[in-house]
């Protein structure tokens, strides 16, 4: 099997106010703020929205269900990062190299997102999995494939 390519797609950090967040960091960092949408899926009702900062985007996530797990994770650890996002070019094979260093998956099963808008461009779908944040400092991982 080959070896995966990595790179940082983004940071996620974790927010009761979506809205204030979004301002408070814009301004603070002079960054472009994106609107903000929300995403019903699969039992996890979020809101996102972010900031660009020259070329890195910084997105902020709130849970509106009040029940979900971002929801929980505010309640237990506050605000602050809960993730990072990292793509790859093979989902397959960085899931095989991160079990081998002892990551563990909330599922292995991808998520797959259809129709995804990212900087001006739609990609077709994006096949997600999560590394549960207590295999790895607390800090919960999101590995995407992106397709065009």
């Given at each position: 099997?080959?070896?995966?390519?990595?790179?940082?797609?983004?940071?996620?950090?974790?927010?009761?106010?979506?809205?204030?967040?979004?301002?408070?960091?814009?301004?603070?960092?002079?960054?472009?703020v994106d609107?903000?949408?929300?995403?019903?899926?699969?039992?996890?009702?979020?809101?996102?929205?972010?900031?660009?900062?020259?070329?890195?985007?910084?997105?902020?996530?709130?849970?509106?269900?009040?029940?979900?797990p971002v929801?929980?994770?505010?309640?237990?650890?506050?605000?602050?990062?809960?993730?990072?996002?990292?793509?790859?070019?093979?989902?397959?094979?960085?899931?095989?190299?991160?079990?081998?260093?002892?990551?563990?998956?909330?599922?292995?099963?991808p998520l797959?997102?259809?129709?995804?808008?990212?900087?001006?461009?739609?990609?077709?779908?994006?096949?997600?999995?999560?590394?549960?944040?207590?295999?790895?400092?607390?800090?919960?991982?999101?590995?995407?494939?992106?397709?065009?």
């Amino acid at each position: 099997m080959a070896e995966p390519n990595f790179s940082i797609q983004e940071i996620t950090v974790a927010v009761n106010d979506i809205g204030a967040a979004a301002e408070r960091m814009g301004e603070a960092l002079k960054g472009e703020v994106d609107g903000i949408e929300s995403f019903p899926q699969k039992g996890i009702d979020i809101d996102m929205g972010g900031i660009w900062v020259g070329d890195f985007h910084i997105a902020l996530v709130s849970d509106h269900s009040g029940s979900g797990p971002v929801s929980k994770l505010l309640e237990n650890r506050g605000e602050g990062i809960s993730e990072i996002n990292v793509k790859t070019d093979d989902l397959t094979a960085a899931i095989a190299h991160m079990k081998a260093q002892g990551l563990q998956f909330v599922s292995e099963e991808p998520l797959i997102l259809k129709d995804y808008p990212w900087r001006g461009e739609v990609y077709s779908e994006v096949h997600v999995v999560f590394v549960h944040p207590a295999s790895n400092t607390g800090v919960q991982i999101e590995l995407g494939q992106w397709f065009k």
